[in-house]
C-alpha cells in the first residue's frame, strides 16, 4: 500500500473522491489547512491501482490536485481467489460461481498472469446464444 498526502482545494474534493473510490483508495483523514483554502487528505492507495493516478487526478481536479506517493505497508486482500462455493450454504449465498463476477484477488492475479503471457483460466464461449459459427449451409 502506498501512503498518498494530497492538497487540493474545496471545489476538487468531489472528484478527488470519485478518483479514490475508482482506485480502490481508502481515505485517513481530510483536513483543511490553517489561513489557506487547501485541504490535506491522507489516504491509503493499492500498488496495483497506483499506475497512472497521477494522470487521473490532475486530469479530474483540472490540474489543482497534487499527490505524494511514498510506500508504506504490504496488506493482504481478505478475499480467496480461487474460492468456488461448494457448499449448499455457500450456493444459497454466493450462487453456483457460474454468473458472479470474480474477486479482486482473482482480477489481480489473472491480469499479472497475462502481463506474464502465462494461461488465464477463462471461459472461451461467454455465451452460448452469442457464439458465432463459420459453417456454410450447401
Not at 471545489?11 to 489561513?35: D, I, N, W
Not at 497521477?54 to 481467489?81: F, I, K, M, Q, Y
Amino acid at each position: 500500500m502506498y501512503f498518498c498526502e494530497l492538497n487540493t482545494l474545496i471545489e476538487h474534493l468531489g472528484p478527488m473522491y470519485a478518483v479514490f473510490s475508482r482506485r480502490r483508495a481508502r481515505v485517513l483523514k481530510e483536513e483543511m489547512q490553517e489561513g489557506s483554502p487547501f485541504f490535506t487528505v491522507h489516504a491509503y492507495v493499492p500498488v496495483s491501482e497506483s499506475f497512472g493516478f497521477a494522470d487521473e487526478l490532475r486530469r479530474w481536479t483540472s490540474g489543482a490536485a497534487s499527490a505524494l506517493l511514498v510506500r508504506n505497508h504490504w496488506e493482504a486482500l481478505p478475499e480467496d481467489p480461487f474460492f468456488v462455493p461448494k457448499t449448499q450454504e455457500e450456493i444459497e449465498e454466493f450462487g453456483d460461481g457460474s454468473s458472479v463476477l470474480p474477486n479482486t484477488a482473482r482480477k489481480l492475479i489473472d491480469a499479472v498472469r497475462r502481463r506474464k503471457v502465462l494461461s488465464v483460466e477463462e471461459k472461451v464461449v461467454q455465451h452460448g446464444t452469442k457464439q458465432r459459427t463459420l459453417a456454410r449451409k450447401v
